[in-house]
């Protein structure tokens, strides 16, 4: 199994940023593709943005133009970063690899966008 550790949440005014972290357990190389989902109260989760093994990159409308995704395969791990910040951002942010058979979570980390 793969586990998966997200880190860099916080609390942050609007039109900040915050870098979020996602480490595996494991070599991220061979995996196709990684991504960061979100989900606010009452909502369901939805994606953010993916990134292939070949550094393919998708996004939500929402997101374009403010959040980069970009993954060090030395390191094991993925990045999320976000910029100009809105309030509309506020919410749990989730690391996800599917794998053959599987789809693999971590347990997620706290964004607020509030002043």
């Known amino acids: 199994q793969v586990r998966l550790v997200e880190s860099g949440g916080g609390l942050v005014q609007p039109g900040g940023s915050l870098r979020l972290s996602c480490t595996a357990s494991?070599?991220?190389?061979?995996?196709?593709?990684l991504g960061w989902y979100r989900q606010a109260p009452g909502n369901q989760r939805e994606l953010v943005a993916t990134i292939t093994r070949i550094g393919t990159t998708n996004y939500a409308d929402s997101v374009k133009g403010r959040f980069t995704i970009s993954r060090d395969n030395a390191k094991n791990t993925v990045y999320l970063q976000m910029n100009r910040l809105i309030s509309e951002d506020t919410a749990i942010y989730y690391c996800?690899?599917?794998?053959?058979?599987?789809?693999?979570w971590g347990q997620g980390t706290q964004v607020t966008v509030s002043s």
């Open positions: 996800n690899v599917p794998i053959t058979g599987s789809n693999y």
């Open positions: 494991e070599s991220i190389r061979s995996f196709v593709v």
